[in-house]
Structure formats: structure tokens, C-alpha cells
């Protein structure tokens, strides 16, 4: 069975600054895919088209365990909006499964 790419959750936004667009922050939370999935960077790249300014890292998988950190800057406090737009851009990622994204809440 395949594993499934889940958000798991943000914590609380940091380093707030005022910007000309409103009020920016920086957010961490985790992601859960298999331990062997390569699309890290094709997710960064793909946010950074979309959002210009912000940037996405994620983290590798350490000791082949599945959830992998991830910082996103430069963005909205608005978790939903990131929640979002995470979502669809991991299922761009994978056109042909959209069940990569259930359960994540």
C-alpha cells in the first residue's frame, strides 16, 4: 500500500513584520510522506512560482522517519490560506492521486 503525503500542522507563527501587502510571518509545521519521496524540492520550486517573495523549505527524512519539517517565510498569518495552498500544490505534484491529501488536518 502507498504511503499517503499528509500535512500534519503548523506551530504558532513567528518573526512578524509589517510589509506594504500586510503583516508577514514565518511559519513551521510538518509534513508526513515516505520516507523515499523525492518531491521536496519540486514542492519548493512550485511555491516559489506561486509566491514569488516567500519561500518554502522542507526538510529531508531523518533516521527513515516519515515526518519531515518544513518552514515557510516571507508569508500570511493566515494558516488556513498555507494549509491550502500546500494542498494543492502536493496534489499538482501528483495529479493522478488526490488521496495523498486525506486526513490532513
Do not use: C
Not at 503548523?10 to 510571518?25: A, M, T, Y
Amino acid at each position: 500500500m502507498e504511503e499517503r503525503i499528509t500535512l500534519e500542522g503548523f506551530d504558532p507563527p513567528k518573526n512578524r513584520r509589517h510589509g506594504p501587502d500586510g503583516d508577514l510571518v514565518d511559519v513551521q509545521g510538518w509534513l508526513r510522506a515516505p520516507v523515499d519521496w523525492k518531491g521536496g524540492p519540486r514542492l519548493e520550486r512550485a511555491w516559489r512560482d506561486r509566491h514569488g517573495r516567500s519561500r518554502l523549505g522542507v526538510g529531508l527524512a531523518v533516521a527513515n522517519n516519515p515526518r519531515r519539517h518544513i518552514l515557510m517565510t516571507n508569508v500570511p498569518d493566515d494558516p488556513e490560506f498555507l494549509r491550502s495552498e500546500l494542498e494543492s500544490l502536493i496534489a499538482e505534484l501528483r495529479p493522478d492521486t488526490t488521496a495523498d491529501l486525506e486526513g490532513a488536518q
